[in-house]
């Protein structure tokens, strides 16, 4: 064998053998109990990062502003609207602001040029919660939420995020109400709760992590047309409503990148009135994958939204979900029981490109 030839083959195993493993390393483990142990081998600090956009390593690089807030008076502000104010437009550098426990009632709007903010509760046991009670009646429905974050490179960790406004009814009109929209790319949120009924979490655009977290509703509490990944988040259900949605995802079309991942997560409630997804627009991706679903699920498990056209060009699909809610049997014919191929893109932290960008949860 020529000697050129023999190099290029070599170097074209070695690339494959890379490749293979960084898929191995990212791809989220089938045991559970694994996944605290496998986060960390996977998703690393600064310091040891190798792979992260050079801007990312910019900001996280060369000390960290942290400004306190505290409604006792002890911290540089008393509000997180009046810490968010500081930070500087076409801001670069990473900024913590840190929430001391506490009821703070702001309906707080990051804008889209006030990059690499954290929002981190002090104290993970005893989380500040954020709460307003904004309708779509009042504000229209994406903008009623109490935390609305357009900027790119967001982290949210040690928080409940609420909108209190009432429960809507068959009746009322605009009640809807969002805890929190997130409209920037590349935002992580760790052991978050989001507390709302009617839409609940608008995961608008762009490309999100949410692990350890918990989120609450009853109709399309998880909306929107972004593409993320839930890990190890609890999805609880309200009880009462004739019918509940999890999710109402909004991909236009087949080409489009977005799409609902959720893995090893727990749907939770009771009544046994629930669709995991329904698909708010024609091309609809949502996927559980090693999830435990409760029998607050129907057993035909999604809808078309009365649309069965839709049928043909959404992407609803299971892989290896545990639980009452989980039989396939009497599934709708256009959900996907997925194979191993099938499901191994939605499955790893490379559905979300999460090595460019997404380090451990923040720390003071």
Request: proline share 5%; hydrophobic share 35%; net charge negative.
């Amino acid at each position: 064998m020529d000697r050129e030839v023999s190099f290029v083959l070599i170097g074209f195993f070695l690339i494959n053998i890379a490749l293979t493993t960084t898929n191995a390393q990212t791809a989220i483990p089938e045991n559970e109990a694994e996944v605290e142990t496998w986060f960390p081998t996977v998703v690393k600090p600064i310091s040891e990062a190798k792979t992260l956009e050079p801007n990312v390593v910019e900001a996280e690089s060369g000390g960290v502003e942290t400004i306190e807030v505290k409604q006792d008076g002890t911290g540089k502000f008393t509000t997180i609207s009046d810490a968010i104010k500081k930070v500087k437009v076409g801001n670069t550098k990473r900024v913590v602001i840190a929430i001391g426990p506490g009821e703070y009632k702001e309906k707080i709007k990051i804008e889209r040029l006030s990059s690499y903010i954290t929002l981190l509760g002090t104290d993970p046991k005893n989380r500040p919660t954020i709460t307003f009670a904004g309708t779509a009646a009042q504000y229209g429905t994406v903008d009623s939420a109490t935390l609305i974050v357009e900027s790119d490179y967001f982290v949210a960790a040690n928080l409940i995020i609420s909108n209190s406004a009432p429960r809507p009814t068959p009746q009322s009109k605009g009640a809807q109400a969002v805890a929190m929209r997130i409209s920037g790319d590349k935002a992580a949120f760790y052991n978050c709760k989001f507390v709302g009924f009617q839409d609940t979490v608008c995961d608008d655009k762009g490309k999100h992590f949410f692990k350890d977290c918990y989120i609450e509703g009853t109709v399309d509490f998880i909306f929107g047309e972004a593409r993320s990944l839930y890990l190890n988040t609890e999805l609880h259900v309200h009880p009462g409503d004739n019918e509940a949605m999890i999710t109402a995802h909004a991909r236009k079309n087949q080409d489009g990148v977005g799409g609902y991942s959720f893995v090893h997560c727990k749907v939770t409630g009771t009544g046994g009135n629930t669709v995991l997804g329904r698909a708010w627009f024609e091309a609809a991706r949502v996927i559980y994958s090693y999830c435990t679903l409760s029998d607050v699920v129907k057993p035909e498990g999604w809808s078309d939204n009365a649309k069965p056209e839709f049928q043909k060009t959404l992407f609803f699909g299971e892989y290896k979900n545990t639980g009452p809610g989980a039989d396939a049997a009497k599934r709708v014919p256009y959900a996907k029981q997925l194979t191993d191929a099938d499901a191994k893109t939605f499955i790893s932290l490379e559905y979300i490109e999460a090595d460019k960008w997404l380090l451990p949860p923040p720390k003071l």
